[in-house]
Nanobody, 116 residues
Framework: QVQLVESGGGLVQAGGSLRLSCAAS????????MDWYRQAPGKQRELVAR???????NYADSVKGRFTISRDSVKNTVWLRMNRLKPEDTAVYYC??????????WGQGTQVTVSS
């Protein structure tokens, strides 16, 4: 069983930056992919960024060029650096981890609010 603990959310003005962190623990097996999702009020949860254990990344079009996902696979930690934040980035951000043949896991979420 993998536990995910997120940190780093908060309130920031438009154009500012935040860095989210997610630490995974509780499993001796490697984690294949780690992602950040977000869910804004009244909207569906959406994938923001993904990184594989080999370091391959992909991003939602809305955040390309502004957000950067990175990972330390030894420490099972993933970060999301968010630059040039916009009010439409306001959401609860969730860390997600996937292990092949074992399943997937979610963090509790961290609020990011961008004021205009």
């Amino acid at each position: 069983q993998v536990q995910l603990v997120e940190s780093g959310g908060g309130l920031v003005q438009a154009g500012g930056s935040l860095r989210l962190s997610c630490a995974a623990s509780g499993s001796r097996f490697s984690i294949d992919t780690m992602d950040w999702y977000r869910q804004a009020p009244g909207k569906q949860r959406e994938l923001v960024a993904r990184i594989t254990k080999d370091g391959i990344t992909n991003y939602a079009d809305s955040v390309k060029g502004r957000f950067t996902i990175s990972r330390d696979s030894v420490k099972n930690t993933v970060w999301l650096r968010m630059n040039r934040l916009k009010p439409e980035d306001t959401a609860v951000y969730y860390c997600h981890a996937f292990q092949v043949s074992r399943g997937d896991y979610w963090g509790q979420g961290t609020q990011v609010t961008v004021s205009s």
